[in-house]
């Protein structure tokens, strides 16, 4: 089966940066996305990682170590937009079924 | 106007009770998904369909049953609902490929009493 991992919950202060790392178990592993989910919202896509290294969108940066079966979302200068559940998931198989994480709650305080 | 809509926002039934959740989407993607999420927790795969003639099942079918009436059109079954099946349902469409975002409606927000 597959299974994720990524903390529950993480607290950061305006401005500063914050990681939230994700580790994860699957046969068949594609790349690993990230999405946002504000309160009583629909997830939003933020990054995607296929091959090893750091992909950068703005605020937002995504890692990936394919021998680690780890990931990281970094976001730098937060604001307290930024206050929302980020999921980590995986695709298989070539194929865009995603298996999410159980989701890592930030809250952003001033 | 949104690119995935999802009808009813929000809906309340019996036990027992036969509901459809209705999704559709102006993206022109041909891959369609359901999703369950309960509160604090993460998205599970209900059913998923790669075209109009392929239909899959997900991680949690049980219960459910979905039918893909075009390409832009999915929906989501509850044949007899329980209160264990209350949760928020997300439908999804993304283009082919692992690599393809996944764009999700806003989501249709059930209680089963």
């Known amino acids: 089966g597959q299974s994720l991992e990524q903390p529950s919950e993480v607290t950061a202060v305006e401005g500063a940066i914050v990681q939230i790392n994700c580790t994860y178990q699957?046969?068949?592993?594609?790349?690993l996305s990230w999405y946002q989910q504000h309160d009583g919202g629909a997830p939003t896509f933020l990054s995607y990682n296929a091959l090893d290294g750091l992909e950068e969108t703005g605020r937002f940066s995504s890692f990936l170590s394919r021998s680690d079966s780890y990931g990281y979302l970094l976001l730098q200068e937060l604001q307290m937009k930024d206050s929302a559940s980020y999921f980590c998931?995986?695709?298989?198989?070539?194929?865009?079924?995603?298996?999410f994480g159980g989701g890592t709650r930030l809250m952003v305080k001033p | 106007d949104a690119d995935v809509t999802q009808t009813p926002r929000n809906r309340i039934t019996k036990t027992g009770k036969r509901i459809m959740l209705e999704c559709s989407q102006t993206?022109?993607?041909?891959?369609m998904y359901w999703y369950r999420q309960d509160p604090g927790l993460g998205l599970q795969l209900i059913y998923y369909s790669f075209d109009v003639k392929d239909i899959n099942k997900g991680e949690i079918s049980d219960g459910y049953s979905v039918s893909r009436q075009a390409q832009a059109k999915f929906s989501l079954s509850l044949e007899s609902a329980i209160p264990n099946q209350t949760a928020l349902y997300f439908c999804?469409?993304?283009?082919?490929?692992?690599?393809?975002?996944?764009?999700f409606g806003p989501g249709t927000r059930l209680l089963v009493l």
């Open positions: 998931a995986v695709s298989r198989n070539a194929g865009n079924m995603l298996t």
């Open positions: 999804a469409t993304s283009g082919q490929g692992a690599q393809e975002t996944q764009y």
């Open positions: 993206k022109g993607h041909d891959r």
């Open positions: 699957t046969s068949g592993f594609y790349g």
